[in-house]
């Protein structure tokens, strides 16, 4: 295999982003830290940019443990480059805030995930940039939407807490023929199940704290756009908001990533059988994993996905406040709390109602989103069925 023939996904996973032969051979990139940055001369100092991607200038501007995780990122999403910053929330807001003004439109996908709203509703309201929430299913129909200030279409598929597929060729092919960017949250796929930019996303971003770190223990969030332009505009934002991650997290993200793959697999495999597992429980009325042949985006799924997470939710005939909490407050492997991606299994009570503005969430009854872990599913499902038991005891 010659050093420009294609790889597969697992050999990128193993090899992208590790230059082991400009670090005496270490198979890890290692740790630099640095603030400052010397130069030998005036000539180099002036001609130090530091909105030039991987030109070391400063430390806040990133070193080669960053510079080499973002190679590595945006070989496996298959963009031009990647930036990787602090948190999955300064990911989305940097990135919006790089291609908005004040006196601009944008569309938000209404199952978006609701940090993203909260900038959309809060800070950039206050600074005169309106936002639309549009219905995820929408298409091709997006197209009606779009105004002549509109500036950007944000995409997220599948959607959070509820699941739904969108449509994202039908979207990018109406918002670019008015000149409109697309962005998608990505992160429910990671890089490698779905290809954004084959289907005509401008700029993708992750959360990296969930499924590229996969172990709960780093923040982080990326930033992969399909042209250099874009990924320059960025960067002068990043730049400007002061952002910047440690270089020991971009080393454990680089860890984490080596066994995405692997990972991956087991989420898939234990999260169907799960979600297929309580389709046939007296307690749930619906399973929203797009996955599943009957999920209304399985299509979708299935044409733009080469496999499936393991966050999904399901929802409950209706319970009391007391019910609810017999149960969950009493899980053995299912911890409580936010964020997910990581090896352990999750159980978060959730409740899109009080979010939907652009359309109405009306399934009566508990929404429960569930991350799946890299336990056995044969105990996870042991879990949730004592937990069953204990709503109906209560």
Same mark, same amino acid.
């Given at each position: 295999?010659?050093?420009?023939?294609?790889?597969?996904?697992?050999?990128?996973?193993?090899?992208?982003?590790?230059?082991?032969?400009q670090?005496?051979?270490?198979?890890?990139?290692?740790?630099?830290?640095?603030?400052?940055?010397?130069?030998?001369?005036?000539a180099?100092?002036?001609?130090?940019?530091?909105?030039?991607?991987g030109?070391?200038?400063?430390?806040?501007?990133?070193?080669?443990?960053?510079?080499?995780?973002?190679?590595?990122?945006?070989?496996?999403?298959?963009?031009?480059?990647?930036?990787?910053?602090?948190s999955?929330?300064?990911?989305?807001?940097?990135?919006?805030?790089?291609?908005?003004?004040?006196?601009?439109?944008?569309?938000?996908?209404?199952?978006?995930?609701?940090?993203?709203?909260?900038?959309?509703?809060?800070?950039?309201?206050?600074?005169?940039?309106?936002?639309?929430?549009?219905?995820?299913?929408?298409?091709?129909?997006?197209?009606?939407l779009i105004?002549d200030?509109?500036?950007?279409?944000?995409?997220?598929?599948?959607?959070?807490?509820?699941?739904?597929?969108?449509?994202?060729?039908?979207?990018?092919?109406?918002?670019?023929?008015?000149?409109?960017?697309?962005?998608?949250?990505?992160?429910?796929?990671?890089?490698?199940?779905?290809?954004?930019?084959?289907l005509?996303?401008?700029?993708?971003?992750?959360?990296?704290?969930?499924? *590229?770190?996969g172990?709960?223990?780093?923040?982080?969030? =990326?930033? #992969?756009?399909?042209? +250099? $332009?874009?990924? &320059?505009t960025?960067?002068?934002?990043?730049?400007?908001?002061?952002?910047?991650?440690?270089p020991?997290?971009?080393?454990?993200?680089?860890?984490?990533?080596?066994?995405?793959?692997?990972?991956?697999?087991?989420?898939?495999?234990?999260?169907?059988?799960?979600?297929?597992?309580?389709?046939?429980?007296?307690?749930?009325?619906?399973?929203?994993?797009?996955?599943?042949p009957?999920?209304?985006?399985?299509?979708?799924w299935?044409?733009?996905?080469?496999?499936?997470?393991g966050?999904?939710?399901?929802?409950?005939?209706?319970?009391?406040?007391?019910?609810?909490?017999?149960?969950?407050d009493?899980?053995?492997?299912?911890?409580?709390?936010?964020s997910?991606?990581?090896?352990?299994?999750? *159980?978060?009570?959730?409740?899109?109602?009080?979010?939907? =503005?652009? #359309?109405?969430?009306? +399934? $009566?009854?508990? &929404?429960?989103?569930?991350?799946?872990?890299?336990?056995?599913?044969?105990?996870?499902?042991?879990?949730?069925?004592?937990?069953?038991?204990?709503?109906?005891?209560?």
């Amino acid at each position: 295999m010659s050093a420009q023939s294609p790889k597969k996904t697992a050999t990128q996973l193993v090899h992208a982003g590790r230059r082991s032969s400009q670090y005496h051979g270490v198979v890890n990139p290692p740790v630099l830290h640095a603030s400052t940055i010397l130069f030998d001369s005036l000539a180099e100092l002036e001609k130090a940019g530091a909105s030039a991607p991987g030109k070391i200038t400063y430390g806040r501007h990133g070193t080669p443990t960053r510079f080499l995780l973002e190679e590595a990122v945006a070989e496996l999403e298959g963009g031009y480059g990647t930036l990787c910053v602090s948190s999955g929330v300064a990911a989305i807001t940097n990135t919006i805030l790089a291609f908005v003004k004040p006196g601009d439109h944008i569309l938000v996908t209404d199952s978006t995930y609701y940090p993203t709203r909260n900038l959309c509703n809060t800070f950039l309201k206050k600074f005169g940039v309106e936002t639309e929430y549009y219905d995820p299913t929408i298409g091709a129909d997006i197209a009606g939407l779009i105004r002549d200030n509109t500036a950007l279409v944000w995409c997220e598929s599948p959607g959070s807490l509820t699941f739904e597929m969108q449509d994202i060729p039908a979207i990018a092919d109406a918002a670019h023929a008015r000149g409109v960017k697309v962005l998608l949250d990505n992160t429910w796929a990671s890089p490698i199940l779905c290809r954004p930019f084959e289907l005509g996303v401008d700029v993708s971003v992750q959360a990296g704290t969930k499924y *590229i770190v996969g172990h709960s223990d780093v923040m982080m969030g =990326t930033i #992969t756009t399909a042209t +250099e $332009e874009d990924l &320059l505009t960025i960067k002068k934002q990043i730049i400007i908001s002061g952002d910047a991650i440690g270089p020991d997290d971009c080393y454990l993200a680089q860890r984490g990533l080596r066994t995405l793959g692997v990972r991956l697999k087991q989420h898939h495999e234990s999260g169907l059988k799960v979600a297929n597992w309580l389709l046939g429980c007296p307690e749930v009325k619906r399973v929203l994993h797009p996955a599943l042949p009957d999920d209304p985006g399985h299509a979708i799924w299935k044409r733009d996905f080469s496999g499936a997470s393991g966050l999904f939710s399901f929802v409950m005939d209706p319970v009391s406040k007391p019910q609810l909490a017999n149960m969950v407050d009493n899980m053995e492997l299912f911890g409580m709390g936010f964020s997910w991606g990581g090896f352990e299994s999750l *159980i978060l009570p959730s409740d899109p109602k009080s979010i939907r =503005t652009a #359309t109405k969430w009306d +399934e $009566e009854g508990q &929404l429960i989103r569930l991350h799946i872990g890299l336990e056995d599913a044969d105990d996870l499902i042991a879990d949730l069925a004592a937990g069953f038991k204990r709503l109906k005891s209560a």
